[in-house]
Nanobody, 124 residues
Framework: QVQLRESGGGSVQAGHALTLSCADSRRTISNNGVGWFRQAPGKEREFVAAISWNGGTTQYSNDVKGRFTISRDRARYTVTLQMNSLKPEDTAVYFC?????????????????WGQGTQVTVSS
């Protein structure tokens, strides 16, 4: 079974950057799309970014496009989310997830395995 673990969350001021990492301890997601989602208090989980199995396709939500970059290192079974120019509205718990397919999907229903999440807090 896939086990995903997020790391890199923390508290920063607006305008600063953070790098989140998603590690696959079982080394099984090389052929799967991987996505990042986030959930703020009182809100539904929302799509942030996704990457296809080989990194050839990426997708971003409109809220983060141009500020966040998703990438993956298949040899190290990790997926990274570089978050620049952070805003207070980016504050949320961030989750990575492994898709049932090789594609970069925006729909939560296409993801089978989820990490526990990492908190990102951006202050103004």
């Amino acid at each position: 079974q896939v086990q995903l673990r997020e790391s890199g969350g923390g508290s920063v001021q607006a305008g600063h950057a953070l790098t989140l990492s998603c590690a696959d301890s079982r080394r099984t997601i090389s052929n799967n799309g991987v996505g990042w989602f986030r959930q703020a208090p009182g809100k539904e989980r929302e799509f942030v970014a996704a990457i296809s199995w080989n990194g050839g396709t990426t997708q971003y939500s409109n809220d983060v496009k141009g500020r966040f970059t998703i990438s993956r290192d298949r040899a190290r079974y990790t997926v990274t989310l570089q978050m620049n120019s952070l805003k207070p509205e980016d504050t949320a718990v961030y989750f990575c997830a492994s898709s049932r397919s090789a594609a970069a999907s925006t729909a939560p229903s296409t993801y089978r395995y989820w990490g526990q999440g990492t908190q990102v807090t951006v202050s103004s």
